[in-house]
Structures are given as C-alpha cells and as structure tokens.
C-alpha cells in the first residue's frame, strides 16, 4: 500500500478539507473543525503512513452514482432518464471503489445547499460540512478510486441546485384539518408518521433513526426494506444527517436487532 502523503497534502493547498481515512472511516476527529493545513497533513499522515483521502464536502458536493450490482439501484439508468440532465455540465468526475461515479461540483456562494440522499435511486447528493468522499488514488478493499477525466471542478446552476433541495415528497393542497382521529398515538403510528415528518430537530436525529430502524427491525420488516424507509426519512429531515452517520447508526442498529434474536454480531 503507497503512502498517499503528497497526495494528500496538494488537495490541501488546493483548499480541500482532507482526512485520512481506513476503510471508509476517518482516523482523526473532524466534525465542525477546521480544515487541516498542509503542515497538519504532513503531520498526520507521519502518525498515518498508509492512510487512504477522503474530501470533506465543505466548499465541494459530490453527486454520487451507484452501481445496481453493489448496492441494488442502478444510478447509472437514474441519471441517463434523468428530465434534466442538461443541468449535469461536465466536470471533475471519479470512478469509486466499487465501480460507481462520482461527479464533483462546487457549492455556490450565493444559495444555501442541503444533501439529498436519495436523490434518485442510486443516487445520492453529499453536500452536508460533515460528511465526505474518498477520493482518487485512494484504495477500498484493493479496489483504487481512478480519475474519469480532468476537467476542473466547475459550480452549477442554480437551477441545478434548486432541483437538488427539492424534497421528493411534495406539499399536497389536500385539506386533512377535517378529519381528526384519536389523539393516541401508538409505536406504529409514530414509526409511519417519521418516514413524512422526517427525523425531528438537530439534537435528537440520531436517536430518533436509531428508535425509528429499531422499530421497523422489531416488526420483522425486511433490513432492505428498513433501510429504504429510513432513507426516506431522514431526506424529509429538514437538517438531514450526513450519509457517514446515516449509515453508522443503521448498522448498528441492525446488530443489535441481530443480537436481541441471539445471534452473536
């Protein structure tokens, strides 16, 4: 395995937010900090010889496009039936570990821009100031990140930016304020009720998708199918969380559901 030191130290003059990373998990604590200078680089990476980049999307987001064969949606036919993929202009683009794509833009400086994930089956927006993405010469698995061009990264339109925000579940004129039911809520009701509401306000997201994919576990609903719905809820979060978090939280919870039916993960 190569040090990436050098590698990583030009993303930082670049004014990239670098972090070295060990199979997809940041070695360093990072969240809301700074940026590491390229003097932090070096530094770290002497403590990290074979530390593999990632990119924090804090000035970049990266549109993110599956493959079906790794992860069950095919991103690639997403993205070609997409109605405005005129909006895609080209720039810096990246073939991922496992065979996907990754588009890279930079964020505009004149509107707020919010991550969607789930954007499109198989595809997926990083735009959160914590989450980030592996990058190229990185390894996964002896699989490299590799470069599918060398254009520069260029900044979308707002156009782009605004279809991007925009939630999948649109508001309905439906006027529901005539009907009323029991003021009762049961377990089941409220775990519906998340997948629309989303996650709840900042300070309570992880554990409101840690007690929501609980719940749906608990009912025997298929992890598949528990992933899905706990996409869905967290895109119709307001401040949703990073896909890093995301995913960490619905691993864990899908152990301990393993563990509580007397398995040994």
């Known amino acids: 395995m190569k040090n990436l030191v050098n590698y990583a130290v030009a993303y ?3 004014g990239l937010s670098v972090l070295p990373m060990f199979d997809k998990q940041p070695l360093i604590k990072f969240a809301d900090k700074p940026a590491l200078t390229p003097d932090e680089v ?3 990476w002497e403590k990290f010889p074979y ?3 990632a990119i924090r999307t804090v000035n970049i987001f990266v549109i993110d496009i599956d493959t079906k064969e790794a992860h069950g949606h095919d991103g690639f036919r997403s993205i070609d039936e997409y109605a405005h993929k005129d909006l895609l202009i080209p720039t810096l683009e990246q073939e991922t570990a496992s065979g996907g794509r990754q588009m890279i833009y930079f964020k505009r400086s004149d509107m707020d821009m919010t991550q969607h994930i789930g954007w499109m089956p198989g595809v997926d927006v990083k735009a959160h100031v ?3 993405f592996m990058i190229a010469p990185s390894e996964r698995k002896g699989k490299q990140y590799k470069w599918l061009n060398h254009n520069p990264i260029v900044t979308p339109s707002k156009e782009l930016i605004e279809l991007i925000s925009k939630k999948t579940i649109s508001q309905s004129s439906y006027n529901h304020s005539n009907y009323k039911f029991s003021d009762e809520k049961t377990a089941t009701s409220e775990l ?3 997948i629309v509401n989303g996650l709840g306000e900042t300070g ?3 554990n409101a998708l840690a007690s929501f994919v609980g719940g749906l576990l608990f009912r025997n609903v298929e992890v598949k199918t528990a992933y899905e719905l706990a996409k869905q809820a967290n895109n119709n979060t307001p ?3 990073p896909s890093n978090e995301f995913e960490k939280t619905f691993e864990s919870m899908v152990k301990k559901e393993i563990r509580r039916r007397g398995g040994n993960k």
């Open 42 to 44: 070096r530094k770290v």
């Open 130 to 132: 914590n989450n980030y």
């Open 204 to 206: 309570g997201r992880n």
């Open 51 to 53: 530390a593999q980049i």
């Open 239 to 241: 401040k949703s969380l």
């Open 192 to 194: 519906f009720e998340s």
């Open 12 to 14: 930082a003059e670049k």
